[in-house]
């Protein structure tokens, strides 16, 4: 079984490259911070893991996904290796992303990135969480479509 699950921040904006062809696919590659777990003397704290997605993914990743965000990950590892100009064998280990997720919301990304969150219209009500809209509450069981 071959199966990462990562959560991390991007450690910069997605590169994000259209494949030539008939059929353009999209390419996004980024790198993720994941901290780690314990901490020895002298290493780092996290990990930098790079990251591809494909197609729809890659369109997601491009138009949502921007550097300090914290977002999850699931897909597969991939090792790959080739000669380069020199003759020397190389390798690159890479997860190749099949699933993508927010793992905070817009408001806590844009609040410690120190832009306004795009709902400051809204009035704040201080029982509502942060993140949670205040639910109307002459809704009733029968009016949901579920």
Do not use: H
């Not at 997605?53 to 990950?73: D, I, L, P, W």
């Not at 795009?118 to 029982?127: I, L, Q, R």
């Amino acid at each position: 079984m071959n199966k990462v699950i990562l959560m991390g921040r991007l450690a910069r904006n997605p590169d994000v490259r259209y494949s030539q062809g008939q059929t353009p696919t999209a390419v996004a590659r980024f790198s993720l911070a994941v901290n780690r777990r314990f901490k020895r003397e002298g290493e780092p704290d996290a990990d930098f893991i790079n990251c591809v997605a494909f197609g729809k993914s890659g369109e997601f990743v491009e138009r949502y996904f921007k550097k300090g965000q914290m977002v999850s990950v699931v897909g597969r590892l991939q090792v790959r290796s080739w000669d380069d100009k020199d003759g020397t064998k190389r390798w690159s280990t890479e997860v190749i992303v099949e699933e993508n997720y927010f793992a905070e919301s817009k408001t806590a990304f844009e609040s410690r990135e120190g832009k306004p969150a795009t709902m400051a219209s809204e009035p704040k009500d201080p029982n509502t969480p942060e993140g949670f809209y205040p639910m109307d509450e002459s809704l009733e069981d029968d009016d949901l479509p579920f």
